[in-house]
């Protein structure tokens, strides 16, 4: 099932090139009472809400799929996990060249650990990109992102796979710098999640994917998920050892050599086999 949240809040399901409108499954949800759970509910129900997904399908609304407006498919997600240097070439090009890796010493994600971006920074592929820091390096990179569906911790690799609820095409943008992760990857538009999340039992080996991102026309990323330092399963066990996953948690797997600046203005398209594309503008403007 490829499932997407569009044009302010509905839900779709997407299908031979169509937007389903199924915004009346969701009223399936349980009623919520403060506090509401700091997880998402959407995803938190995904498996109980499909046969009412279905239903809706039957009648409801359809649109193209190039002509909706994509929110990120995950509307609430309690955690935005990054994965920093996890492809070799990448960790390659981040020690040769000063202005990605600002003087650390690049190691291994194993070292490192991994990072969290804000959940201010989610927008979906319909939305604009808006740099900052006029004077400093804006990166883009593109991700396999995984949607945990289920509260989970210290899962093991061999059972982690149970835990996804679904995958999507992802941008990890990064201002370049000396601060930390956490800081420089979640300023406002810096997070891309879209244009769906496909549903785990469509995509069962997420360990061979091709994934690219061309600017301006011009290749700048071309790879693979096989080539992944932590595979998925492994990500999964890594951050599942130091964070309680819940439902709507979006792990970024970590992106493939090729990062390089994007300015105001650019044309960023992306896309991650199965998965779908996007095509975004870079806004115009620093913000
Ligand atoms: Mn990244």
Sequence with gaps: MKLCRFNGGRLGLVQAEQVIDVTTALEALPSQRYPYPSHDVFIAQLDALRPGIEQAALTGQKHAVTGV?????????????????NYKAHAQESAE???IGHGRAITSIGDWGMFLKAGTSLIGVSDE??????????????ELAVIIGKTC??????????????????LDMTLRGPEFQCFRKSIDSYAVLGPWLVTADELTDPGQLDLWLHVNGQTRQNA???DLIFDVPRLIEFASSFYTLQPGDVIMTGTPEGVGPVLPGDWIEAGVQGLGTLAMRVAPQYA
Excluded: M, W
């Design 97 to 99: 060249d000063k202005s």
């Design 153 to 170: 911790r210290q899962v093991k690799a061999s059972e982690a796979l149970a835990c996804v609820a679904g995958y999507s095409l992802s």
């Design 224 to 226: 693979n998920t096989r």
């Design 69 to 85: 407006h994509y929110d990120p498919p995950v509307a609430n997600p309690g955690k935005i996990i990054g994965a920093p240097i």
């Design 129 to 142: 990109i808006v740099l900052r820091f006029p004077q400093r390096r804006n990166d883009h990179e593109v």
